[in-house]
């Protein structure tokens, strides 16, 4: 009905609205505003009409889905808190999703502290936030929305419209991992927002314990802190209790986590008027001043950059200058224009906040996302540069998964065939350069999802043309460790035709500033056809076939550089010398997927995964008898055929020891019956000691199902399954 359509209209926020207007990116908050306030009139005549004509529709409400209940078992979700009460409550501890909900990555103690330079802060804000990423435990949809160029980032805030957004526990982890630190929201808006107001600021009290609700929320959860954007109009007298909550929200957070932020967002002035300044100023100084930062709005002028700065001091990096990725009034246009803004920033030595990248994704940009997402990221590189480096420590494990995928792989072997995703599983992310469009006769390198992938659902696929005695070679990751006396092993997956081979080249300084440039190299060029393009070249001490999968070949070098820092590492394409590749035709040796041969200029083979670590840090896995399984609200339904579905929450933790050495687990089911014995059922992967399984089928004649956690390790590795602990679930009726 025309009042629905109004309701539905009526409730949108500004961004919402945006995505409902063909011409949004030339129309700014303030005219967004009147579109808003229209529509509310209007659907009040129209809504009041429909109760008048229709006087029993209002009660009958039987066709609509139950209300979501949180403290019910049900498949894991992050949502955010969207009234004063609940926070008050602490209801959300309560939750069945609360443990679910907490990051698993911590950021690494070097991490801790802004780097003392202009900074680049990323928020989020996706077509209303809370959607593929709701689900913690990961989704289905292979095309999901995610960010992997975390090493252009400093902080993160994920946005939403409800009155507190907590980050779903994958943005967390994915971004932690990348040495960038993540924030909730706290926003108050539109008339609601002015009675939250009136609740939150009514004493100096009730603003400190609010304050205090949103660092437990933070702390409990593992995130960093907080944006406060209060979009509202205010008394004068309002304006002290305000203060109060920013600098307490402030204060009780650094005192609880090392390096948190809370940062104001330029919207309401000293005053308690909603005028955003577009620059810091005597307006908006007074919030600037007690906390770690300002998020001033995007319709800033060129000057305006500038006159912030000069107003901030010494503190300039802590003025983040708005660019809406959408256009609507910001400078320059956004889109991909946002860099004509990012130029200007960097030249004035202040920060940058981009808002909404997600604009790419959302428009879907021409030719497909990851292409259009890569080139509209070339530009922040291309106008700020790399702003994190790693390998930082070890042990280093890449794996090159973006957090979704059409299979699932494990050790080389295959355990899922389905559309996936998860922002949890990024691993850490190449900072490849966006060539743009590869020419016939060059090398392209890409994630290509639908090709093999030795763990999780990526890989770096290189293909394209190269002549036996040409190489090629592509930047990877850029680094910052620092190197001790033990030797450093590097390990590496490859997969690839008769004579394409991949080495990998690593670029080391010294304490004098001298560059070494190592090269691992598999067999197929000696030492002399290498010697004058690097310092070194270090052959393999072994070369192992996939046990799981053939194809893949394992390469295993080790170095030692004391002293030395690694700065750099490429990846180095190259051919086998004709020769030996007629003899390894021959003998089939080193396990090389000679079904994948192309003619003798054509180039293909991919990068599975690659493990930096010491001697010290080989993998040690607890036995199984040294953790404690169990299943909670253990519940069964009977299906068609004798057929019954199970669904269980199971947890698990170790009896001695502590389980957050583990970064995720992967968790199969194993149904003992007939035909059924001994085969493994991948259900997902788990951050934190416990999992839902919802609705798993259990086929008629299995007597039992049986759980199997196969815990992993930070570089990568994982406990064989046979070796794993489990738990083991009669049928019930049996």
Known sequence: SASFVFVSLSKLSVSQLHMLIPFRAYINRQALICIRNLLRSIHNTLFSLFIKMNPTDTNNESSDPPPFNPSQPSVPVSYPIKTLEDLESRSYFDSFHFPFNKASINLQSDKRSLADRPRILVCHDLAGGYSDDKWVQGGTNADAYAIWHWYLIDVFVYFSHSLVTLPPPCWTNAAHKHGVKVLGTFITEWDEGIVIAKTLLSTKESAQMYAE????????????????????????????????????????????????????????????????????????????????????????????????????????????????????????????????????????????AIFAPGWVYETKQPPDFQTAQNRWWALVEKSW?????????????????????????????????????????????????????????????????????????????????????AYFTTRLFQGELLLADLPVHFIYSVKSDGSSLVGLSLQFSSTMKERTSVLLAPWGRTKNQFS???????????????????????????????????????????????????????????????????SPSEYFAILGHIRVRTSEQNPDFPPSTSWLVEGQYIKWTSGSQGSK??????????????????????????????????????????????????????????????????????DGTCQKLDDSPSFQLPVEGL
């Open 213 to 352: 609700r949103l660092t437990e929320l933070a702390v409990a959860l593992g995130f960093d802190g907080w944006l406060i954007n209060m979009e509202v109009e205010l008394d004068v007298g309002q304006i002290p209790n305000l203060k109060e909550f920013v600098s307490h929200l402030t204060q009780t957070m650094h005192s609880s986590v090392p390096g948190s932020l809370v940062i104001w967002y330029d919207s309401i002035t000293v005053d308690g008027k909603l005028k955003w300044q577009d620059q810091l100023n005597a307006n908006n100084k007074p919030f600037f001043d007690i906390c770690d930062g300002i998020f001033i709005n995007y319709t800033w002028k060129e000057d305006y950059p500038k006159l912030s700065a000069a107003v901030a001091g010494d503190r300039k990096f802590d003025v983040y200058m708005g660019i809406d990725v959408f256009g609507r009034g910001a400078y320059g246009g956004g889109q991909w224009n946002t860099n004509v803004a990012l130029d200007v920033l960097k030249k004035d030595d202040v920060s940058a």
């Open 532 to 598: 004058n393009k690097f310092s070194k070249v270090v052959m393999p001490h072994r070369v192992t076939q996939s046990k799981t999968t053939p194809g893949w070949v394992i390469q295993e070098s080790s170095i030692a550089m004391n002293g030395h820092t690694l700065t750099e590492i490429h990846a180095v394409c190259y051919r086998s010398k004709p020769e030996l590749n007629e003899l390894r035709l021959k003998s089939g040796s080193h396990g090389e997927d000679n079904s994948l041969a192309r």
């Open 385 to 469: 540069g790399i702003l994190q480096n790693y390998p930082r420590v070890l042990p280093f494990y890449s794996n090159f998964d973006q957090g979704h995928g059409y299979h699932f792989t494990v050790d080389g072997g295959q355990v899922l065939n389905a559309p996936w995703n998860n922002i949890s599983s990024q691993s850490f992310q190449p900072s490849l350069e966006f060539s743009g469009d590869p020419s016939p006769d060059t090398i392209q390198v890409l994630v290509d999802f639908k090709e093999a992938s030795y763990s999780g659902g990526g890989n770096i696929t290189f293909k394209g043309t190269l002549e036996d005695n």
């Open 645 to 714: 579905s199970l669904s269980v929450k199971i947890i698990w933790k170790l009896k001695d020891g502590d389980a957050s050495l583990f970064p995720e687990y992967n968790i199969y089911a194993e149904k003992p019956g007939r035909t059924l014995e001994g085969v493994q059922e991948y259900l997902g992967v788990a951050q934190v000691e416990a999992f839902y399984v919802s609705d798993l089928v259990v086929p008629s004649g299995t007597s039992s199902v049986r759980f199997i956690i196969q815990v992993c390790n930070v």
